[in-house]
């Protein structure tokens, strides 16, 4: 999963805009309807970054991520919620 949302975000221009920017945290959730949301996670300190804008860059190119089953748990499907770390540029 992460080198699939890695590869979806390698054509945008993040790199580009936040050359200082490596990594963004994304949490992941997972619904039990196998719904799945993104969400980037910025450290205290992101004044430095447009969240609002790195926010829309990242629903932009995950809207047709493949489908993905939801957790399950004693035969019913569960909410599941993870941080991923996504590596904009790698030297």
Same mark, same amino acid.
Not at 42 to 53: C, G, L
Not at 65 to 80: C, H, L, M, Y
């Given at each position: 999963?992460?080198?699939?949302?890695?590869?979806?975000?390698? +054509?945008?221009?993040? /790199? #580009? =805009?936040?050359?200082? %920017?490596?990594?963004?945290?994304?949490?992941?959730?997972?619904?039990?309807?196998?719904?799945?949301?993104?969400?980037?996670?910025?450290?205290?300190?992101?004044?430095?970054?447009?969240? +609002?804008?790195?926010? /829309? #860059? =990242?629903?932009?190119? %995950?809207?047709?991520?493949?489908?993905?089953?939801?957790?399950?748990?004693?035969?019913?499907?569960?909410?599941?919620?993870?941080?991923?770390?996504?590596?904009?540029?790698?030297?």
């Amino acid at each position: 999963m992460a080198q699939l949302v890695q590869e979806k975000l390698d +054509i945008d221009t993040l /790199s #580009i =805009l936040y050359p200082d %920017l490596d990594t963004i945290e994304v949490k992941v959730t997972v619904f039990p309807n196998a719904t799945m949301t993104f969400e980037p996670q910025f450290p205290k300190d992101s004044v430095a970054y447009d969240t +609002i804008k790195i926010d /829309s #860059i =990242l629903h932009a190119r %995950l809207v047709d991520f493949p489908k993905v089953n939801p957790a399950i748990k004693r035969g019913i499907p569960v909410k599941t919620q993870f941080i991923l770390p996504v590596i904009i540029k790698s030297e």
